[in-house]
């Protein structure tokens, strides 16, 4: 036989020629295929000991791969499922937004494109479902929203599904979720606003099943002395028009001396209600991003879309598909952050309402 030169790499090519076989028959051999007689797999074997031959571990994940992908042919699409009456309104919710920029970002470096369909009377879910077969995408994301007429009768079973948010409708798919650690986000805010020099420190907010905000604001209230312990302000979204004045009751009975709440018209609220933000009282929000409040929790919803998408692949990977029989649901933890509405407090007068700033947080 003829060898190549010593500082050649030596190639399945190289055997190949050497014994003067086709490269597919070497290649076969050397992964001991029963196709191959058993002394040719010997006589390849050996050869290409002799040669120095050493497998490229690149070429063989390659390999791997097509032979994978003759079982499960790759996607080229994951879809985003948007059902909004005004489409627009989801990602004009920039905490939306970044789940869409974290998932399509994480779906481009696994090989995929993220898709936006939207579901409505012109592209019904039973249509939505026939294009996603007929285009092989087998993989969809349930963005936080409304859910489209026929939702329970839709067949779920041809397809993987993750939601980015937890089901609390009756309604609601059980499917395999990523959402905030509504909980922990909680405890942590408490727990920052205390170290902030706040003491007397309420919660107002939607009640809503699907919201865990406020269990992790009781739980951290806890460590609190008994008279510091205030009553949570729950209010419900269908008798807006008594908010203003539950409030101001709530407060005068109260008297925080800041207010951790998932309500954009807060400040607002508090203005109504004649108290400056910071001077009068300290406001936190559970959610900074779609909140005129500049302090609280940044919720890392690029995280949350990111950590979607891998949860999808490995769905689509494993073949699990509809409501699955054990459902998966990964929690993201938030981030604290200073800002000017919750400024760290000094002094503070005998009603409890008024701090006096020393810093703005940064």
């Keep these: 036989m003829n060898h190549p030169l010593p500082h050649n790499r030596i190639t399945q090519k190289d055997v190949a020629q050497a014994l003067r076989l086709a490269q597919s028959t070497v290649s076969m051999a050397l992964r001991g295929d029963p196709s191959i007689p058993v002394q040719t797999r010997e006589e390849v074997r050996h050869a290409a000991l002799a040669m120095g031959y050493r497998p490229n571990p690149t070429g063989a994940a390659l390999a791997h791969f097509r032979a994978s992908s003759r079982h499960q042919p790759v996607q080229a699409a994951l879809a985003w499922l948007n059902c909004w009456d005004d489409p627009a309104r989801l990602r004009g919710y920039r905490e939306f937004d970044c789940y869409w920029e974290g998932a399509s970002k994480a779906a481009h470096g696994l090989g995929y494109r993220l898709e936006e369909f939207v579901v409505n009377r012109e592209l019904t879910l039973e249509r939505f479902g026939e294009i996603l077969h007929a285009r092989n995408i087998n993989g969809i994301l349930l963005p936080p929203g409304p859910t489209p007429p026929g939702w329970e009768r839709f067949d779920w079973s041809g397809f993987s599904v993750v939601r980015l948010s937890q089901p609390g409708r009756k309604c609601d798919l059980e499917a395999c979720a990523v959402a905030g650690d509504q909980t922990r986000n909680g ?146 933890g938030g981030s604290w952050v200073n800002g000017s509405s919750l400024p760290e407090k000094r002094t503070a007068i005998s009603r409890g309402l008024s701090v006096v700033p020393i810093a703005a947080a940064v």
Aim: include cysteine.
């Design 187 to 332: 405890m942590l805010a408490f727990d920052s606003m205390q170290k902030l020099g706040y003491s007397r420190i309420g919660y107002c907010g939607l009640h809503w099943q699907d919201r865990l905000f406020c269990a992790g604001f009781l739980w951290g209230q806890q460590q609190t002395e008994g008279e510091d312990r205030i009553p949570p302000l729950l209010l419900s979204s269908e008798q807006r028009a008594e908010w203003d004045s539950r409030l101001e009751t709530w407060l005068e009975e109260c008297r925080p001396d800041a207010i951790l709440t998932d309500l954009p018209e807060m400040p607002a609220m508090l203005a109504d209600a004649g108290l400056r933000v910071p001077q009068d009282i300290g406001l936190a929000a559970m959610g900074t991003l779609d909140c005129p409040i500049d302090a609280g929790i940044h919720q890392n919803p690029h995280e949350i879309g990111r950590t979607a998408v891998m949860m999808l692949a490995s769905l689509i990977n494993d073949r699990i598909h509809g409501v699955p029989l054990i459902r998966q649901t990964l929690l993201i």
